[in-house]
């Protein structure tokens, strides 16, 4: 299989103040290197099946029309296109990423399907650390395998309580770290086996087994739930899905 390239104009000035990006430079270069192929790979190791995981991620955050939404750590767009379905023409996403080959592949992607509701884009370049946005900005926020990734989940999910409105909800999606032993094997037998020699066809080894370490070193399900409480939300729910191979946190402000 053969990865998609685009050639397109450069992504427009965004009108959000734009802040120094303040993430692990490694994990940056990471995303911004698998970035032209990293749809194909999603398709390929879960046989599809992450695009019915983020419809999912969508309809738990309550996205309606005519709201003003986030998908944060949006990469190549999938979760910030569902939401501008959901938005409609008068509302409006803001795809959020700090890998600019990502934000452009996405921008790409916008451009190419040339859906009229996908003008209510728009795509910043910043960190899930420190948001450009004012104080209860959003009426619902998604973020897909990105929590796990940020260097501060406690900070990244502090900011994500900021800027939603009272009342609305964040839906975080991700690998699950499962505490059932037959999961946790059959994950790990997975990217053995399955994932890191998929991603070697492309060069990616390396880049790939960081996914693993990352699972790993992440947060179990009760363990997200607390996060979101301690960062104020009032309510917190996390949802194992695909298996228990993800899930996803369900949180509201």
Not at 167 to 193: C, H, Y
Request: charged share 20%.
């Amino acid at each position: 299989m053969h990865s998609l390239q685009f050639s397109i104009p450069l992504l427009p000035t965004s009108r959000f103040k734009r802040h120094s990006v303040r993430c692990a430079s490694d994990r940056q270069q990471l995303f911004n290197r698998i970035a032209p192929v990293y749809d194909n790979l999603n398709d390929l190791l879960s046989l599809g099946q992450h695009r019915i995981w983020k419809r999912m991620a969508v309809s738990w955050s309550g996205a309606k029309t005519g709201d003003s939404l986030l998908d944060l750590c949006c990469g190549s767009g999938d979760l910030t296109f569902l939401m501008s379905e959901k938005a409609g023409a008068d509302g409006k996403v803001i795809g959020l990423d700090f890998s600019k080959e990502q934000l452009s592949i996405a921008s790409s992607r916008q451009y190419l399907l040339s859906k009229a509701c996908y003008n209510n884009i728009e795509w910043v370049e910043a960190d899930a650390l420190d948001l450009p946005f004012s104080n209860g900005y959003f009426d619902a926020i998604t973020m897909g395998y990105g929590l796990r990734n940020v260097v501060d989940k406690r900070r990244a999910m502090q900011e994500m309580f900021r800027v939603l409105k009272p009342g609305s909800r964040v839906s975080i999606l991700d690998f699950n770290k499962s505490m059932q032993p037959f999961t946790a094997l059959f994950q790990e037998w997975m990217f053995d086996n399955v994932v890191v020699p998929t991603a070697t066809v492309y060069g990616l080894a390396k880049e790939y087994q960081y996914l693993k370490t990352s699972i790993d070193e992440f947060l179990t399900g009760k363990e997200l739930e607390k996060l979101a409480l301690d960062a104020g939300f009032s309510y917190a729910r996390h949802y194992e899905i695909g298996g228990g191979l993800m899930g996803n946190l369900v949180a509201a402000r």
